[in-house]
């Protein structure tokens, strides 16, 4: 049974994710820095960044991680979860992966991240293989929505059991609206 949100986020796109969880299925979201010991599983939603979910090993070492959802810039493929899960090295099937699209705003970037996205961006130009993210980066972009999180709040309603009074009634009845199976 899921017990926690855990979550790593750089610019806020990850932990928007894990608040908009958290509140309305009334399970505490903590920051991967801030989370203590759990009992029972957790939930962890990470970065995308070099093709791999940030914070996953350290999350995996100190919880038992049941789900996880990738946050990044991309569309994704009919290869994401694969490739992040290889890239990441969560070798147990059972972990569930979801990804979702999260937001880039290069006024938020540390100094250090935007002397790592002025190298990136100038490799990237010119290349029709990277020419929707380039101008994504450069325009920014907030594709943060509850319908992107919601194969992951599904999953985490039938893992932990649908007529569990903890969730709130907001995602049971945007569920039984959608799907009428609840």
């Known amino acids: 049974m899921i017990k926690s949100i855990i979550y790593w986020s750089n610019y806020g796109s990850t932990r928007r994710y894990a608040e908009l969880l958290s509140k309305d299925m009334g399970i505490p979201a903590l920051p991967l820095h801030n989370a203590g010991a759990s009992d029972g599983e957790a939930f962890y939603l990470g970065c995308v960044m070099d093709g791999r979910i940030k914070g996953y090993a350290c999350a995996a070492a100190r919880f038992r991680i049941a789900g996880v959802c990738a946050v990044g810039l991309e569309e994704k493929r009919a290869d994401t979860v694969l490739e992040l899960r290889r890239n ?43 020419a929707a993210i380039l101008e994504l980066m450069q325009k920014g972009c907030d594709f943060v929505s509850e319908e992107n999180i919601r194969p992951a709040a599904e999953w985490i309603i039938r893992r932990t059991g649908k007529n569990n009074a903890v969730f709130s009634r907001t995602w049971q009845g945007r569920l039984c609206r959608q799907y009428r199976r609840y």
């Open 88 to 130: 990441t090295g969560i070798v147990d099937s059972r972990i569930r992966i979801f990804y979702a699209r999260g937001a880039f705003d290069k006024d938020k970037l540390s100094p250090v991240h935007r002397l790592m996205l002025r190298g990136a961006m100038e490799s990237m130009e010119g290349s029709a293989k990277y």
